[in-house]
């Protein structure tokens, strides 16, 4: 960790980040031990080589003598890599760049922030290969791009661009060719600069927000800015922001 950045990769480069069970478990591991540093303000996934990831290893699927047993231990272990993510107490960002398919789209969608390239390809992909989504791809598309067009982009594996998936909601930025990894880490930076109290209980509320009603979630809003305006980093930022002479206004505010 540098600056209070964890950088955690994806590495199987030579075949294209293909999901193995050894890269799921050494995923879940990573991911583990990085939500249990001190002073972790913002963590960023990416993938070494050509591609972010193309999803689970296909031809490790078609030697295996059991095919069920091995993805299903796979598919496990992916998915507890998936809920660590989703579990990291600060805000994650996917660096997305070549081909993000099958679990690969499912742990880049994993993130908070999205940062994708223009030329990245998204495709969900299971059902070319006659399987169904895992990694929580059929539970998050739905929530980002409403169900008719997660099941036309399950059911029919349309490929989609940077632009494309920027459009639909998948994506939070999009970036040149060749410079998403850049642009994570220093997004990563500035946040890991900001108000880490403030930037985990946001993401943290924003990640929790599905799972309850709005009173319940209004409440859950009022514990977490009670417990972060008691923070030392709230009151530091709340006097420099009076220093400067801020001052809010409303529609309801004259001018004078």
Known sequence: MTEGVALIGLHRPEHRNA?????????RDTVAEARRLSKLGAVVLFGHGTEFCVGGDLQEFSAAADRGALVGELATTAHDAVLEL??????????????????????ALAADLVVAEHTARFVVAYTAAGLTP??????????LVGPPRANDLILTNRELDGADAERLGMVSRV?????????????????????????????????????RSLEAHLQAEADSIVSVARTRDAGERIAAVLQKGFRSSSPNESTK
């Not at 999901?19 to 995923?27: E, G, N, Q, S, Y």
């Not at 895992?134 to 929530?143: A, E, F, H, K, N």
């Open 19 to 27: 999901i193995d069970l050894p890269m799921a478990r050494a995923l």
């Open 86 to 107: 989703r579990s990291l107490p600060a805000p994650l960002i996917s660096a997305v760049h070549g081909a993000c398919a099958g679990g690969g789209l499912g742990f």
């Open 134 to 143: 895992d990694c929580g791809v059929s539970w998050v598309l739905p929530r």
């Open 175 to 211: 970036v040149e060719s060749g410079t998403a990894y850049e642009h994570a880490i220093q997004l990563a930076r500035s946040l890991a600069d900001g108000p880490r109290p403030a930037l985990a209980e946001s993401t943290r509320l924003v990640r929790s927000a599905n799972g």
